[in-house]
């Protein structure tokens, strides 16, 4: 499975439909945007949608921690207001992040009651996921580089 590299206009036009449709999205930050261009890009993509966070361990830092919508690490050590905001969430975007037993468990066994949003480099657990989770969107590629491709 290749690296798809650039976001189609329809798969643009697929993911904001779901962000927008959402009442209650949130970010899942994981090391994948473990880098200046990808913090960077995130953060950008924070700026305008004000979106509420969580994190893995790996993904601690990459969003600004004083900020509201800022609720802290997922899982056994993370935070109550993480812990609960992934059993509300409505969209769960998950950016960079191996989706492993931690999650698994905050999650359940058949996964969210929310619709999936996906987006990580590793090929071979973002096929693992489209078949386990049935995720509404999914993409492979680096984060720093899945922007729309012009033309």
């Avoid at 492993?100 to 359940?108: I, L």
């Avoid at 969210?112 to 509404?136: C, G, H, M, S």
């Amino acid at each position: 499975m290749k690296d798809e590299s650039h976001l189609g206009k329809g798969q643009c036009r697929s993911f904001f439909r779901l962000l927008q449709s959402a009442k209650r999205p949130l970010l899942y930050i994981g090391g994948g945007l473990n880098s200046e261009a990808a913090s960077e890009r995130i953060r950008e993509f924070n700026r305008i949608f004000n979106i509420p966070s969580i994190n893995s361990i790996m993904g601690k830092g990459i969003l600004d921690e004083s900020l509201d919508t800022s609720l802290g690490m997922l899982g056994m050590f993370g935070t109550p207001y993480a812990n609960m905001a992934i059993q509300e969430t409505d969209l769960f975007v998950a950016f960079g992040v191996r989706w492993d037993d931690r999650v698994a468990q905050r999650v359940g066994e058949s996964g969210l009651e929310a619709d999936i949003a996906y987006f990580d480099i590793n090929a071979e657990k973002v096929q693992e996921v489209r078949v386990t989770r049935n995720p509404r969107f999914s993409f492979i590629g680096d984060a720093a580089r899945a922007h729309h491709a012009e033309g």
